[in-house]
């Protein structure tokens, strides 16, 4: 925003942050508070402190280095009230999405960095690692909670540990327990439940597939394409074309070999939103499967869930493939919605980094990253409601099935009570 966007915009922007700040304490902090997120988002190549005050006609560098950097107030409250806030406008709130995104770093001594892969970068670099869940609808994104990923070179040093001012109870934690626990965190905010969606980096793992059933939560989960499958096709109906049973019923193929011997009439071709320039569109297949891996020690073997398959025309083969626990009678359209979405998680973070500065914090303490984070955080929700406000019906539900689709459309988020 440039100064007289901002200045259009002003009162109801304070009425935000008034309710919003009220968990930082004093009205010295919400006063600095409330020029942080001014100065997120005026204009400006850097969102660091120092070119933001410059920025601010009541901009002071001391002042919002010392909110920012040394205050003891508690991000978590802030965060929820900002959820609970989102909530009310991003209705139906269908997915939530889990990822992580890179932060690059010079030097060695901001907390958690270290050389690392980054999927910002596209390859190992000297960064600090942030894991996300984000709640989406077709219309919406919005991060609910961010947790900083420590690598064990830092959770095994305890002297740059207390240095950082990490607190003490914390341990290594890999990043899909870290995601485990900010659904956690959503879950005991009373944040409705969304279908919990991701990328290999995290649907690869049982143990977080499992952790979501063990939740009580569905999940639609990128896997690779050497993930394994029982094939089973005698408890499938057969039809003409259909490839001829196996003679060992639980023979085990990968997901792409078992995609190939999928008939031509289960593919469908699916456009699933409009893009910026044409419709995304693709061939999809969804087929009842039972996963081969071995299950997460005191479990038992994963249960019979859906396996969705892109197949691009013109393609030799098979791009990509989820794993979801979505009921029986889940149409591929809705399927694919899911799938899909996760688009939504990646332009957040575009514009969290681009238009906010997510990442230019230039500080190196544990808890002056979060209170960046989470009043960049105030600056991207307060934006997110004013595109809604602009629109007069923003929301819109998962697409019907479409033709061919069997089952109903009844079940689009929730727990997994109803499943077998």
């Known amino acids: 925003m440039d100064s007289r966007e901002l200045q259009s915009c002003r009162g109801r922007l304070e009425a935000f942050l008034a309710e919003l700040l009220e968990p930082v304490g004093r009205l010295e902090r919400r006063r ?81 960095v270290a050389r690392q892969y980054s999927g910002t ?40 540990m207390k240095d950082s001012g990490v607190p003490d109870e914390y341990l290594f934690k890999p990043k899909w327990q870290i995601a485990l626990d900010l659904i956690d965190q959503a879950v005991s905010w009373e944040i409705p439940k969304g279908v919990v969606v991701c990328d290999c980096a995290y649907g690869n793992g049982n143990p977080f597939r499992q952790g979501l059933m063990d939740r009580k ?14 094939c089973d096709s005698r408890k499938r109906k057969r039809r003409v074309g259909d490839p001829a049973p196996d003679t060992d019923k639980t ?4 997901v792409e070999d078992f995609a190939l011997k999928l008939p031509a009439w289960m593919w469908k071709t699916i456009k699933w939103r409009e893009g910026t320039k044409h419709k995304l569109v693709s061939r999809f297949a969804a087929v009842r499967v039972l996963p081969a891996h071995r299950p997460v020690k005191g479990k038992s073997r ?35 919605f899911f799938a899909k979405i996760r688009w939504r998680i990646e332009q957040s973070y575009q514009q969290l980094k681009e238009e906010l500065g997510l990442d230019h914090y230039e500080g190196r303490g544990y808890r002056g990253w979060h209170h960046h984070v989470t009043m960049t955080m105030l600056a991207y ?31 689009l988020v929730g727990d997994m009570s109803d499943l077998q």
């Open 32 to 112: 600095w508070g409330n020029a942080y997120v001014r100065g997120l988002l005026l204009d400006g190549e850097r969102k660091s402190i120092e070119p933001m005050a410059a920025r601010l006609s009541d901009g002071n560098v001391q002042a919002m280095q010392q909110f920012v950097g040394q205050s003891p107030w508690d991000h978590h409250p802030i965060r929820r009230k900002l959820a609970e806030r989102m909530v009310a406008e991003m209705v139906p709130a269908v997915a939530w999405v889990v990822d992580d995104t890179g932060f690059p770093k010079q030097g060695k001594r901001s907390v958690g």
């Open 381 to 411: 929700g307060f934006l997110v409601l004013e595109a809604l406000r602009s629109k007069k019906n923003y929301w819109v539900d998962p697409p019907e099935n479409q033709a061919g689709d069997a089952g109903s459309d009844s079940v």
């Open 217 to 230: 939560l569905f999940y639609v989960a990128e896997i690779e394409a050497k993930t394994t499958v029982f």
């Open 302 to 336: 994963p249960p019979r869930q859906w396996l969705l398959i892109e197949w691009p025309k013109g393609t030799p083969a098979p791009e990509k493939y989820w794993f979801a626990n979505l009921p029986p009678q889940a149409g591929l359209s809705r399927l694919v």
């Open 121 to 160: 970068l596209g390859k190992v670099g000297n960064c600090q690692i942030a894991v996300s869940l984000h709640m989406a609808t077709a219309e919406a994104c919005m991060p609910v909670n961010f947790e900083l990923y420590l690598p064990k070179a830092w959770t095994d040093d305890p002297v740059r």
């Open 251 to 254: 023979a085990v193929l990968t």
